[in-house]
Every structure is written in C-alpha cells, then in structure tokens.
C-alpha cells in the first residue's frame, strides 16, 4: 500500500541540527513531490516548505530559510528534512506528506501522510 | 502569504446532530486551471492529519459520505450531518493554490 514511513524520535540540544527521513513506498517516488509540516505540542500545522523528487526543485517557508534544507534519495524513495540552529520553539512532532512533483498544483497534494517524528530541543 | 481563518475555534456537538465549520482565505483560491485546491484534514488524537476533501467538495476513498465539503473563492465550508463519536478531533482546512497553508483548527468534541 502507499505509505511514507518516518525516522524515529529525535532529542537535541539548542543549537544543534536534526535530519529526519521519510522513506516512500507503493508508489513511484519521482512522480510526486514531498512537503513537511510541523506541529508544536498543543498548536496547529505549519507548513515548512517542499521538495520535488521529480527534478529536486525546493521552496522553503520564508520563516524557515537559511535553516532548513530538504533533500531526496530516489534511489532508495526517501526524503530528507535537515534543521539546524536549533531552538527550544521547534519542539515538534515533524510530518511529511506526499505532494505536486512540480510547482504545478495538483489533487494528489497532502493525500498520504507519514506517521510523523517527534523532535525535542532542550538543554 | 495567504491566510486562512476558520471559525468556531472549538464547537461542542451532540451525537447525531450537525456540525458545520467555516473557513476563510485572504485571496482567491481558484487556480489557473479554473480548480480550487481547498483541503479540509481531520486530526484524530495521537494520530497524523488524514486528507477529506480535496478541491473544495471531493470527498477521499474511505471517507464517510456524511462529511460534505462546499463554497468558492475565499468562503468554504465544512458540513458533518451527523456528529459520530469517531469525528471527534481537530478539523483543519488548508489552501493549496499557492504556496501551503493551513488554518488554525477547529476542534470538535462531544457534549
């Protein structure tokens, strides 16, 4: 079945960088593009920004820039999220969700969605 | 950036009564392509968002047909016809026409 499989629960400290992954299956990875959402304990989503598997093209939130970077392996289907400089305010359960392989919407965005990791920044 | 503005934040529901949650963006969400990506997302506790309705008013395999999904250019509209037990959680709307976003949540619980 389509599914996107997530790394596990992460503990950093403060000013240190995090790597989750999101490995794909049940479809084919390179017609489809990757968007991350976070979620601060008790808040709503936040959408952090895209990355296409098709040609790797990436849009990232301008909050988020110079700070995030995103990255796919097509050839094992797994997608990338890498956060560095690290923050008590980034505590956060990280998802990712399959997406447009371009910048072209489509129906097909944020329909399958991983089961998401929980990142926690303290001293 | 665009921004979405649901309203109630919380709704209280009785069983097998119906519930209804508004949405609102600060620009038109119809595309270039005439279609409007309007998503609606339930958050059940503990669990991922789950996709309902994509553009507007379709409904996702698997989704119950007592969730309908209505509206057009900035004003959308969440209907449940009748309150089940399952549909408690956190209801989302998104607009996908340009760059993400999503509203802040409505949560819906039983009386």
């Known amino acids: 079945q389509v599914q996107l499989v997530q790394s596990g629960a992460e503990v950093k400290k403060p000013g240190a960088s995090v790597k989750v992954s999101c490995k794909a299956s049940?479809?084919?990875?390179?017609?489809?593009?990757i968007s991350w959402v976070r979620q601060a304990p008790g808040q709503g989503l936040e959408w952090m920004g895209w990355?296409?598997?098709?040609?790797?093209?990436?849009n990232y939130a301008q909050k988020l820039q110079g700070r995030v970077t995103m990255t796919t392996d097509t050839s094992t289907s797994t997608a990338y999220m890498e956060l560095r400089s690290l923050r008590s305010d980034d505590t956060a359960v990280y998802y990712c969700?399959?997406?447009?392989?371009?910048?072209?919407?489509?129906?097909?965005?944020?329909?399958?969605w991983g089961q998401g990791t929980m990142v926690t920044v303290s001293s | 950036d665009v921004v979405m503005t649901q309203s109630p934040l919380s709704l209280p529901v009785t069983l097998g009564q119906p519930a209804s949650i508004s949405c609102r963006s600060s620009q038109s969400l119809v595309y270039s392509d005439g279609n409007t990506y309007l998503n609606w997302f339930q958050q059940r506790p503990g669990q991922s968002p789950r996709r309902l309705i994509y553009?507007?008013?379709n409904r996702d395999s698997g989704v119950p047909d007592r969730f309908s999904g209505s509206g057009s250019g900035t004003d959308f509209t969440l209907k449940i016809s009748r309150v089940e037990a399952e549909d408690v959680g956190v209801y989302y709307c998104m607009q996908g026409t340009h760059w993400p976003s999503f509203g802040q949540g409505t949560k819906v619980e039983i009386k």
């Open positions: 553009k507007v008013s």
């Open positions: 049940g479809y084919t990875f390179t017609s489809y593009g």
């Open positions: 990355i296409s598997a098709y040609n790797g093209n990436t």
């Open positions: 969700a399959r997406d447009s392989p371009t910048s072209t919407v489509t129906e097909d965005a944020f329909d399958i």
